[in-house]
C-alpha cells in the first residue's frame, strides 16, 4: 500500500515563505510524476506543479516564480518551497503520486495572513 504524508503546512504572513514535503513509502523512482495540487474552501482542486521522473518541472502560472518542486530520490521526498506567499495561496495542498494510478496524500493546510 503507497502511503504519502505531506508537511510543513502552517500559519503564514504575506509575503513570507513556507516548504512542504511529501514524504513517499517507496521509491518515488516508480512515479512516472509527482505532483502538488490544492483547494481552497468552496473552490475545486487545482495542480500547483508536478515533476517528471527526468527532473522537469511544470508550474500553473499563478507561482511561476514564487514556488519551487524538488525531489530528493534517495530519500523518497518531494518538496514544495513557497515564496512571496499571497492570501490567494491559502488551501490544503496535497501530494500526488503518479503510476498509472494515483495516489494522494491526506493534505497539510497552508494559511496565508492578509
Known amino acids: 500500500q503507497v502511503q504519502l504524508v505531506e508537511s510543513g503546512g502552517g500559519l503564514v504572513e504575506t509575503g513570507g515563505s513556507l516548504e512542504l514535503s511529501c514524504s513517499v513509502s517507496?521509491?518515488?523512482?516508480?512515479?512516472?510524476?509527482m505532483a502538488w495540487y490544492r483547494q481552497a474552501p468552496g473552490t475545486q482542486l487545482d495542480l500547483v506543479a508536478f515533476?517528471?521522473?527526468?527532473?522537469?518541472?511544470n508550474y500553473v502560472d499563478s507561482v511561476k516564480g514564487r514556488f519551487i518542486i524538488s525531489r530528493d530520490n534517495p530519500r523518497n521526498t518531494v518538496h514544495l518551497q513557497m515564496n512571496s506567499l499571497k492570501p490567494e495561496d491559502t488551501a490544503v495542498y496535497y501530494c500526488?503520486?503518479?503510476?498509472?494510478?494515483?495516489?494522494w496524500g491526506r493534505g497539510t493546510q497552508v494559511t496565508v495572513l492578509a
Open positions: 517507496g521509491s518515488i523512482l516508480s512515479f512516472s510524476r
Open positions: 515533476i517528471s521522473n527526468d527532473g522537469s518541472t
Open positions: 500526488a503520486a503518479d503510476r498509472g494510478v494515483r495516489y
